[in-house]
Every structure is written in structure tokens, then in C-alpha cells.
């Protein structure tokens, strides 16, 4: 059984690598063509980001009020090329990375725990394709930790994603099978793991992770709809390389958020941080400039990739988010029966043990080993 998971990015730009304007809207069209390349399920990976959502809120809150015993600022955890670039350079911080994994990761494992379950497959015959705007989503789905439900049904050798395509990849697939995707009909995804809301659609624009996240923070500590500044939280918003906004929330204070995309921005926030000057309590953290609207496996729409190509795409994001009647992650009527029938609640036991992960120091990777006695040191 093929199951397709695309990351709703590649409906915003796959349309690009078919003469497409950037940012037009083919999602429909993406299931439909995924259809006729003979995949049997298409599920919305913007469903996990909901649920990435909800379990991020819930470890912020968590960390705010003292309950976990682990640093604040929280870092975001879901691009794994800014993961890798904190496991290599800055390991010492990795105690303030969320443990959260990231959509592609919780949708794999849910795929072969709860779907498998729930439609009586044996996960064994499942191979899971995901599609993402990020090269660096390969080396993440082959983490050896990325296993989880493996470890659920105690099979070996079980990864949650068996294998990841970016937008120009999935492209060329539907090029060569001769499929026009712009003469397609839409079609939905599938359900119990489909559908999202503009929480979830915003997250691949910088500062969309942050702003999904104030959002069901604010409603989980308050029990109240956030107000109408936190459905546009403008400060966060925007290529400015570094961004800053301060959030009051009933019961907690002023919670003070960052956002930074791309590295050499990164590196300002996270140096703040080991220095002790860091005032925030939330940082989200992007490797891509512009967010994973422009990750390295998307169209060349611009050589070099331009400001103007980004914020097209970033733009039909929130463009679509404000259409959205569900704009909150703890809307997902979808989300929330996924708890109620299997994970029980953000960060249960299940939850930690399918949803959340850990990371690895790799800076020994540029430790040089000491020269044998009477050796040489080769350069």
C-alpha cells in the first residue's frame, strides 16, 4: 500500500514547475495527480502541523509555569536543517529545543500506528512517500530515531517515512508520466488525517510556527478565543532577518517571542542566548530564508531565489489563513478526535513516545583526533 503525505507547500508551488504564477493554489490538483501515479492514500501533512501545534503549546506552557525542568527560551524543532545546524554548532543549547518532532515525522508514525489501526492494515505493508519543499527532510526521515512506530509494534527496521521527494522531484514524476497537472479536477484528501486549519497553513512562512503557536498557547492558559491581534500577529511577520513581539496573556504576563530564518540570522539569537542576554521566552528558528516557502527542494521560479518570489508565496499563505473558518490549531475537529481515540491528550504517554524526539551533539564531527606518539597529524 503507497500512502502520500505532502506537505501543503507543494500546493502553493508545485503550480510553478507547470508556468504557474508563485503562490497559486493547486493543492486539489497535487491529490488528484497523486492519484493517477497510483498512491492510494493522500493525506495533508498540515494535519500534523496542527498537532504540532498543540503539543508545542503545551511544552511551552509547561516550561513557562516550571512544570518540565528544562530552559527557556523554547526553540522551534520542526526544520530540520536548523536541527542539524544547532546539533553541530551550538550543541550546548539543544536542552532548549522543543522535543516536538516535526509534521513530516508525526504524520509517519501516525500513519503506521493510528491510521494502520484504525483501517485494519498491517503497517508492515505501508511504504510512506512524502513530498516537502526541504532537502534536508531526507536526512531527518532517515534519523535511526525516527522509528517510533516501529518501537509501537515492535518491528525492526521500521522507519515512519520510507522515503521523501521535494517539489521539483514530485515535478518531474508527473512531467514524465505525461500529467498536466494544471488540466486536473481537484480532489480532497483523504480523511482522519486530513484535515487543517490556518494555523497550520502559515507555517511555512517565517514566523508562521510562532504565530500557530501564540495562538493555542493563549486559548490552552486562558480558555479563551485569542484576540484578533493574535490571528495577525504582524511584528512576526515579514523577511526582516530577526523579529521580536511581546504577547500579554491573562495569568502569565508579557511572553516575549523571537523569530530569525536563515542561519547567519540565527546565529545573532542563539549567541544572545549562551551569553544570558536572551529576554525571550519562545524562539522559532527557520533555515531557509523567507521559511520553507523557499526550502532548497522547491522551483527555481528565481535564479538566485528573489524577495519577490518569497513573499508571493508567503502572501497566498496568509491570504488563505484569513479565509479559514478553523484558524487556531485546537479547532482540528480531526486533530482533537485523534486524541480523544488514541493519544488521550498533548504530551500523554503515547504522545511522548510517537510525537516527540531527541537530538545529538555532532560537534565532535570537527574535533580533530589527537596524532598517534610519533606520528604525523595529517591536515
Not at 514547475?17 to 495527480?33: D, H, I, K, R
Not at 513530516?104 to 519543499?133: H, R, W
Not at 513581539?245 to 547567519?264: I, S
Not at 522547491?298 to 496568509?318: C, F, G, H, T, W
Amino acid at each position: 500500500m503507497w500512502l502520500y503525505k505532502p506537505h501543503r507547500l507543494p500546493g502553493w508551488a508545485l503550480g510553478e514547475e507547470f508556468g504557474l504564477e508563485p503562490g497559486t493554489w493547486v493543492a486539489g490538483q497535487q491529490v488528484a495527480a497523486l492519484k493517477r501515479l497510483g498512491f492510494d492514500a493522500v493525506f495533508d501533512t498540515n494535519f500534523t502541523a496542527d498537532l504540532t501545534i498543540m503539543e508545542e503549546a503545551t511544552e511551552l506552557i509547561k516550561r513557562i509555569k516550571g512544570d518540565i525542568k528544562k530552559p527557556l527560551p523554547q526553540f522551534t524543532s520542526c526544520s530540520p536543517g536548523w536541527v542539524k545546524f544547532c546539533e553541530y554548532f551550538y550543541p550546548d543549547l539543544l536542552p532548549h529545543m522543543s522535543t516536538c518532532k516535526s509534521p513530516q515525522q508525526m504524520l509517519g508514525a501516525l500513519i503506521k500506528t493510528y491510521y494502520a489501526k484504525t483501517k485494519n492494515i498491517d503497517p508492515e505493508k505501508i511504504f510512506s512517500v512524502s513530498i516537502m519543499p526541504c532537502t534536508a527532510k531526507k536526512f531527518e526521515a532517515a534519523r535511526p530515531e525516527m522509528s517510533d512506530s516501529g518501537h509501537y509494534w515492535h518491528k525492526q527496521n521500521m522507519q515512519d517515512v520510507d522515503a521523501v521527494l521535494t517539489t521539483r522531484e514530485l515535478a518531474r514524476m508527473l512531467k514524465k508520466e505525461n500529467i498536466d497537472l494544471t488540466k486536473l479536477p481537484e480532489q480532497n484528501y483523504d480523511p482522519l488525517l486530513g484535515k487543517s486549519t490556518g494555523g497550520a497553513i502559515i507555517f511555512g512562512a517565517t514566523g508562521g510556527v510562532m504565530e500557530a503557536a501564540v495562538r493555542t498557547a493563549y486559548y490552552f492558559i486562558t480558555e479563551k478565543e485569542p484576540p484578533a491581534g493574535l490571528l495577525n500577529l504582524t511584528p512576526v511577520r515579514g523577511l526582516e532577518g530577526v523579529k521580536e513581539a511581546a504577547v500579554e496573556v491573562p495569568g502569565v504576563g508579557t511572553v516575549k517571542v523571537a523569530v530569525c530564518h536563515g542561519m547567519k540570522n540565527g546565529r545573532q539569537v542563539l549567541e544572545a542566548v549562551r551569553k544570558g542576554n536572551s529576554p525571550w521566552h519562545f524562539v522559532e528558528f527557520m533555515s531557509c530564508p523567507g521559511g520553507c516557502v523557499s526550502g532548497g527542494g522547491q522551483p527555481r521560479s528565481a535564479v538566485p531565489p528573489s524577495d519577490e518570489v518569497r513573499m508571493k508565496r508567503i502572501e497566498s499563505l496568509y491570504k488563505a489563513d484569513s479565509s479559514m473558518v478553523w484558524r487556531e490549531s485546537h479547532e482540528n475537529s480531526e486533530v482533537l478526535t485523534l486524541y480523544q481515540n488514541f493519544l488521550q491528550h498533548p504530551m500523554s504517554e503515547l504522545a511522548e513516545e510517537l510525537l516527540h524526539t531527541g537530538y545529538e551533539d555532532r560537534s565532535i564531527s570537527f574535533k580533530q583526533p589527537k596524532a598517534a606518539a610519533g606520528s604525523a597529524g595529517i591536515i
